[in-house]
């Protein structure tokens, strides 16, 4: 397909897809939610066939040299696809929120002014390695009532291509557009460069990946983009603190799960607990195998420990370290005089993203509230708790760091926009 054809091929999409949200717009909470349920269904007939194509996939990114993290991300496991049937499940049977009326009130004037939840209207989808997130991008975007453009990457293309057939085939039994949900059927890079330029039929983009992308996007797009693009996650461990709750968060913040972009990859700790504290964690994370990438005060107390290997283990950090987002079993840590410090270290090197205090202090805890410029911010708890599922909100699309319109884990809300609604009986503006 050459660039002319491309740029053909994607305005075809581009249309389809504003025709199809017009009409899921008006569609049923009832349609809706037959779809989803249609979805679910239809995964778990599915599951042989689905893992052969996926098998196509795994196949050619082995013989590519793709690391082997990477190809296991790329595998659609019965255990995989029935989770996203399960997704489909649990959205069905969310409440519906297109529609809503909210903070309705009577004017002086005698009219009543409100907001209404409506649909964002068109969504594209940019998105690496993992082919179930075809499946959580179109079942929030069927919950939401929105079209989206889908756009996976290369090495995921026959699993992708499989499950958004399954996904027009939901629509369409459920009476739905079949073109509500549009998988980009080329892997030619031009194809991205089309889509974040559509601002005629996208109403926004939604990159999640690689940060090399998401800046790619964001330098890019002429359409908004709903995007974060690290995860430079702290942990403050304040002065007073309980040292042993202090010590289980941040292990579970760091080490639960290295990968994911609400890990924790910053240690703050306030110099009053940093003997305490650090000794206890210092020993738990050598044991786990995370390089500690220390400030001078920290490695000194952690060199101090018997359960230590020092040589490997403790390295002085960077300023480099400061910034970085690991994804990896290494955490950089700074002994800070107290809550002050550790506001301005969190807001100057952060991503932004999700920060966390650990404290006895009601009032500390109330400053790091207001006070930390991110997206989520907690209080004596895990950074890893930073997910649209453990929110409550049933999935989410991605992480949004912006500060307009949607912020933090991005579910069927942040999908959706509030437009002004004004209820009268005949008033005139005198």
Sequence with gaps: MNALNIAEYMQTLGLQARVASAQMARASAAAKNRA??????????????????NARDLERAVAAG?????????????????????????????????????GMKQQPSGIRVGQMRVPIGVFGMIFESRPNVTIEAASLSIKSGNACILRGGSEAIESNKALALLV?????????????????QTTDREAV?????MPQYVDVVIPRGGKGLIERISREAKVPVIKHLDGNCHVYVDDPCD????????????????????ASESLLVARGVAQAFLSKIGAIYAAKGVEMRGDDAAV???????????VATVVPASEQDWSEEYLAPIISIKVVEGLDEAIAHI??????????????DHMHAQRFLREVDSASVMVNASTRFADGFEYGLGAEIGISTDKFHARGPVGLEGLTS?????????????
């Design 300 to 310: 000194q107390i952690l060199r101090s420990q018997a359960a230590i290997n020092s």
């Design 243 to 262: 040292i042993d709750m202090a010590v289980t968060v941040a292990d579970n913040a760091k080490t639960q799960k290295y990968s994911p972009c609400n």
């Design 347 to 360: 807001n100057r090197y952060g991503s932004h993203h999700t920060d966390a205090i650990l404290t006895r």
């Design 168 to 184: 027009r085939q939901a629509l369409a039994e459920a009476g739905l557009p079949e073109d509500a949900v549009q998988l980009v």
């Design 418 to 430: 509030l437009k002004w609604v004004v209820l009268g009986q005949g008033e005139v503006r005198l």
């Design 36 to 53: 989803l349920k249609g979805l679910a269904r239809l995964l778990r007939e599915n599951v042989a066939a689905l893992q052969a194509d």
């Design 193 to 197: 460069g089309q889509l974040i330029t």
């Design 66 to 102: 793709l690391a082997a993290p990477m190809v296991d991300r790329l595998k659609l496991t019965p255990k995989v696809l029935d989770t996203c049937a399960q997704g489909c499940e649990q959205l069905a049977a969310m409440p519906d929120i297109i529609g809503e009326i909210i």
